[in-house]
Structures are given as structure tokens and as C-alpha cells.
């Protein structure tokens, strides 16, 4: 079974507007990370929630953590046509940790 | 602002073939990983490497994976007879201490097998 799962898993979206993506997981975790990927590159981190947090803002990031619903949030405000990339959640998980197990990623595009 | 770096960017091999790919992390981190991406899915954890050992390794790390870290900078993924399936992007990433924060990661070595 998969640790994260996002959802969408593409999201198309008009530049200005504010796009939001979800994850879900199983485990308990340390904390809940937020990578991009642009095509053919590495990955770059965004931010990181960690497990006793509610929310946390990042300049238009916004990330939400319901550590009750196994749940995570990214939302981008304002989107620009440079946000178009992969986005993916990563969890740190309590049991088996120095490592981040990675979901599948929400493909978003944002059009001019 | 530091980096970890990664060599070959593209490797091409035929089946069979022994391939080394290269990682230089961060030069005060002391955590270090190997990832894997085939085209299109999501990024799956190989091995993580800590105090010159392995400290966890997935399913998909089997005999055929090794690494090491030959002199104090270079960490280095060998994969010893490839196969078509092993055709993917490879990441290295780094952490400077016990895990509590990002990972930094490299652009990646895509690795072609024919």
C-alpha cells in the first residue's frame, strides 16, 4: 500500500488562480514535507510541517496538516506560469525513520 | 549556496553491463541517499548510508545495488548487471544530521539500459 497519495493527480489551472493539492497517508509521521519538481530535474524542497502543527505559510504556500484525518494540504496562491511542476508530498515516517517515502505527485499546470 | 552534485547526467549501457553513478552531498552532512524515479512515477527510496554503512535499504535495493563512499566526499551507487527495468532517475540526496528537516537533492543521473 502507498504511504502518500495526492490528489489530483493533474490539475490544470488559469495563471492567477490559486491551486490546491491533498495528500493522504497511513502511517503516523515526524513530519509531512513538500517537494516540486520541475520536468527532467531534481527535486526542491518547499516546506515542512511537522507533526504538532496545524498550518504553516511559506511567501503563497500554505500547508495544513490533520494528523487525525492522515492528511495534508498545499495550497498556492497567485499561481504564475513558472509554478507549473510536480508536486509531492513526503512523509517521515516514526517507525523506520531517516528516510522520506515519497507520493505520487500532482502534475500542475498553470496556463497564461 | 551548497549543492550535491551528481555525475554522469545521463548514462546510455547495454544489459548486463556494470554501471557507477557518482554523488558528491554537502560537505557537513553526514546522511546520505540514493532515490530512484522511472519515467512518470513517483520517487522511491533505495538505500540511506550513515557513518560509512547502510542503515535501510527497500525491496527493490537487492544484490544487485551497492554503495559506498571510497574516500570521505564521493558517494557512489554501482549497480553490478543491469537490466531494463533499472532504466530510471537516480537521485542522490544529503542531510546534514539526524533527521529532522529537508532533504537536498541532486539533479539526478538518468540511466538508460538497452
Known amino acids: 500500500s502507498q504511504q502518500g497519495e495526492e490528489d489530483p493527480q493533474a490539475l490544470s489551472i488559469q495563471e492567477g488562480e490559486n491551486a490546491t493539492m491533498n495528500c493522504s497517508y497511513k502511517?503516523?509521521?515526524?513530519?509531512l514535507q513538500w517537494y516540486r519538481q520541475n520536468s527532467g530535474r531534481g527535486l526542491v524542497h518547499l516546506i515542512l510541517?511537522?507533526?504538532?502543527?496545524r498550518e504553516k505559510h511559506s511567501g503563497r504556500l500554505r500547508v495544513t496538516l490533520d494528523t487525525s484525518k492522515k492528511s495534508s494540504s498545499l495550497l498556492i496562491t497567485a499561481s504564475r506560469a513558472a509554478d507549473t511542476a510536480s508536486y509531492f508530498c513526503?512523509?517521515?515516517?516514526?517507525?523506520?525513520?531517516?528516510?522520506?517515502?515519497f507520493g505520487q505527485g500532482t502534475r500542475l499546470t498553470i496556463n497564461p | 549556496e551548497p549543492e550535491v552534485t551528481q555525475t554522469p547526467s545521463h548514462q546510455v549501457t547495454q544489459m548486463g553491463q556494470e554501471v557507477i553513478l557518482r554523488c558528491v552531498p554537502i560537505?557537513?552532512?553526514?546522511?546520505f541517499y540514493w532515490y530512484r524515479q522511472i519515467l512518470g512515477q513517483k520517487v522511491e527510496f533505495l538505500v540511506s548510508?550513515?557513518?560509512?554503512?547502510?542503515?535501510?535499504k527497500s525491496e527493490i535495493f537487492d544484490d544487485q545495488f551497492s554503495v559506498e563512499r571510497p574516500d570521505g566526499s564521493n558517494f557512489t551507487l554501482k549497480i553490478r548487471s543491469t537490466k531494463l527495468e533499472d532504466s530510471a532517475m537516480y537521485f542522490c540526496?544529503?542531510?546534514?544530521?539526524?533527521?529532522?528537516?529537508?532533504?537536498?537533492f541532486g539533479e539526478g543521473s538518468r540511466l538508460t539500459v538497452l
Open positions: 513526503a512523509t517521515d515516517l516514526i517507525q523506520g525513520a531517516q528516510k522520506l517515502v
Open positions: 502511517t503516523s509521521i515526524n513530519n
Open positions: 510541517i511537522r507533526s504538532n502543527e
Open positions: 560537505s557537513n552532512h553526514l546522511y
Open positions: 548510508f550513515y557513518n560509512n554503512e547502510i542503515s535501510e
Open positions: 540526496a544529503s542531510i546534514r544530521g539526524a533527521y529532522t528537516g529537508e532533504l537536498f
